[in-house]
């Protein structure tokens, strides 16, 4: 599947169940969307997207005042490059580390990104197909192969006031780096790649300094050596 034919790498959102492109202009084929900043910005916007990966980087961005760190995937299509952007906050990104070690990256590999609602209440799905079999999860709460326990505090209530991942985001980022390291077609251009920014984050969004020791741990690990 090829979303463009830029020579450059296209970078698309995984958000809200589909997977969107941004455009500058509002072009034959975009759906118009207002950001939370009231501004309209326009996207192509897709079921899915398919790639050979290549590599996986880190990036802050900085969203309406709140800094958020994204696992960048970057895939290879018929010679085009494509950069995927996943909150490192969001189910698709959890469930995807959930199923990587299941993965096989010698065949290119689909992203299906679902959402649903029940009793009100939106529920995001991942799906990730490897060599035309949907990959199963490695790490489930029955067996979770190392994977460390979120951290949930209640207050007298019994109401849920905080869950903390962070050990389970130190961990799923020290897999990414493990993975990396396998995998069978890594990018010629690793450094190049990670270095370009987006169209829609340059428009909207900017790259800021890293402003926790979070953030900087778990970028820390993606760095090339």
């Not at 290879?76 to 580390?97: A, H, P, W």
């Not at 209440?121 to 994977?147: E, Q, R, W």
């Amino acid at each position: 599947m090829g979303l463009g034919n830029n020579s450059t790498a296209t970078y698309v959102d995984m958000r809200n169940g589909k997977i969107y492109r941004y455009s500058k202009t509002n072009e034959m084929g975009t759906t118009p969307i207002q950001n939370k900043n009231g501004d309209i910005k326009y996207y192509f916007i897709y079921d899915y997207i398919e790639g050979t990966v290549t590599n996986f980087s880190t990036r802050e961005e900085e969203v309406v005042g709140k800094t958020k760190l994204i696992l960048q995937i970057h895939l290879v299509d018929q010679g085009e490059t494509y950069v995927l952007k996943i909150d490192t906050n969001s189910s698709y990104f959890r469930m995807f580390c959930s199923v990587l070690p299941n993965i096989d990256f010698n065949y290119p590999v689909r992203f299906i990104p679902r959402i649903k609602e029940e009793n009100g209440v939106k529920k995001s799905s991942l799906i990730v197909i490897s060599n035309g079999t949907p990959c199963k999860f490695y790490f489930t709460k029955d067996n979770p192969n190392g994977k460390p326990d979120i951290i949930i505090s209640k207050n007298k209530k019994g109401d849920i006031v905080d869950i903390d991942r962070d050990e389970e985001l130190e961990f799923f980022m020290n897999l990414l780096t493990q993975t990396k390291k396998r995998l069978p077609h890594p990018a010629v251009a690793q450094d190049t790649i990670s270095s370009v920014s987006s169209p829609a984050s340059r428009s909207e969004e900017h790259t800021s300094e890293l402003q926790s020791l979070r953030h900087l741990v778990c970028r820390l690990l993606l760095e090339k050596k």
